[in-house]
């Protein structure tokens, strides 16, 4: 069994309680997991916690994957919402809500987002508020629409889009912090 590596052939013998199956499977997914793992928590020891607990929720529910799907985008979707599950369990959410009202449109100028390293741009998302992290990581990273997160958070879709426009404006914000030169190229974009 060491020697395989195909997803299907793992999932079975996963599935048939083969220790070395999700041995393999765990390791053949960890980078991506954990990746999205990351994106979603403030501090490396929650995106542990969220890892394990999401592996153990895709071991525990193989036997729902539709293999008619990707494995990755299943287990994409555990990741997310279990990473979710940690953040409202702990209540990270509810303190940051904002009326739609509120919300300011920024836009975001995509060429200064090129002179920024992918570690730089993510270390600046790490330090949204997490309700705005999630909602911004959900829509602009992993491509759901208002709706979908709103139904994933069971918030209503004016507090996604608010959430959004905050997360937006605050990246900006930050971005500004962290990189003053690129101050001058966004101001004129305003």
């Not at 490396?44 to 293999?67: R, S, T």
């Not at 997310?80 to 449109?105: F, G, Q």
């Not at 508020?129 to 139904?151: Q, S, T």
Request: net charge negative; aromatic share 12%; proline share 2%.
């Amino acid at each position: 069994m060491s020697n395989i590596q195909d997803t299907d052939t793992l999932i079975v013998g996963c599935m048939a309680g083969d220790r070395q199956a999700q041995r393999l499977l765990f390791k053949k997914y960890f980078g991506y997991a954990k990746s999205i793992c990351l994106r979603y928590t403030s501090f490396a020891e929650e995106a542990e916690e969220v890892l394990n607990e999401g592996f153990l929720k895709v071991f525990n529910n193989l036997k729902n994957y539709d293999e008619a799907y990707p494995f990755r985008a299943w287990l994409r979707t555990i990741m997310i919402n279990t990473a979710i599950s940690y953040n409202r369990k702990y209540k990270k959410h509810n303190r940051d809500r904002v009326d739609l009202e509120d919300a300011p449109y920024l836009s975001l100028d995509e060429d200064v987002i090129g002179e920024i390293t992918a570690g730089e741009i993510l270390d600046i998302i790490r330090q949204l508020k997490p309700l705005y992290r999630d909602v911004f990581l959900m829509h602009a990273v992993d491509g759901y629409n208002h709706r979908e997160i709103a139904e994933m958070l069971e918030v209503n879709e004016a507090t996604v889009r608010s959430q959004y426009a905050r997360a937006r404006a605050q990246l900006k914000t930050l971005i500004s912090e962290e990189f003053p030169y690129l101050k001058e190229e966004w101001a004129m974009n305003f």
